[in-house]
């Protein structure tokens, strides 16, 4: 596509629930991250993928936190037995390799009631 | 593990001055980017530095990397309240594949 499309753009969920979070990044972009951004701060680094292969998972909070990305092409990010600290604004980027600027999608604002 | 710092964290300045925002590395980096976040927004890639003493211009914007590959900076010329955002550098050290970002400097100007 002509960008980075993520969905849900809003999603509101009762703690202890499973979600499942989605990046569709620009076609033919080898490299897709993960990050999280809370208000006022800058994105913190989550996972990222380079094709299928995840090459890097030390931002992932804990192991309520996973991620794939099997064809290499879209991306889900799964948050289990969910937390209110878990409540943020969620950014996927993708990038043609590691070498090149990042495209930021538009997130996912995650709220957990 | 890789920290970036930028200063200053909110800059208000009057519209036809400029604007300066300071980005450290704790690590030596291998490249330093550069992006903008409109309120409301998500964050737009600007540049991307990659070569000691590095200095690139974009029309009023002008982005240097230092000697020591541990710091940068961003230069507004004569800001216009289309400058308005903030601005975020994110630092990639040697053999990383991902980028560290600071926490951004906002930027606010006045007509």
């Known amino acids: 596509g002509a960008g980075v499309s993520q969905s849900p753009r809003y999603k509101v969920t009762k703690r202890g629930q499973d979600v499942a979070l989605r990046c569709d990044p620009i076609s033919g972009h080898v490299s897709l991250y993960w990050y999280r951004q809370a208000l006022g701060q800058g994105p913190e680094f989550l996972t990222y993928f380079n094709y299928e292969a995840q090459q890097d998972k030390s931002g992932l909070p804990n192991d309520r936190f996973s991620a794939e990305r099997p064809e290499g092409s879209i991306s889900t990010l799964t948050i289990q037995r969910t937390e209110q600290r878990d409540s943020a604004m969620y950014r996927c980027a993708s990038s043609r390799d590691r070498a090149y600027g990042y495209t930021f999608g538009s997130g996912t604002r995650l709220t957990v009631v | 593990g890789q920290q970036v710092m930028q200063i200053p964290q909110y800059q208000h300045v009057q519209e036809g001055e400029d604007f300066t925002t300071y980005c450290n590395s704790s690590?030596?980096?291998?490249?330093i980017q550069w992006y903008k976040q409109r309120p409301g927004g998500h964050p737009v890639f600007l540049i991307q530095?990659?070569?000691?003493?590095e200095v690139k211009k974009q029309k009023r914007l002008t982005f240097q990397f230092g000697e020591a590959k541990k710091n940068s900076s961003l230069h507004i010329t004569a800001t216009q309240t289309t400058d308005v955002g903030t601005y975020f550098c994110a630092g990639r050290s040697t053999n990383a594949g991902k980028s560290t970002f600071g926490d951004g400097t906002t930027l606010t100007v006045k007509p």
């Open positions: 690590t030596t980096l291998s490249n």
């Open positions: 530095l990659v070569k000691s003493g």
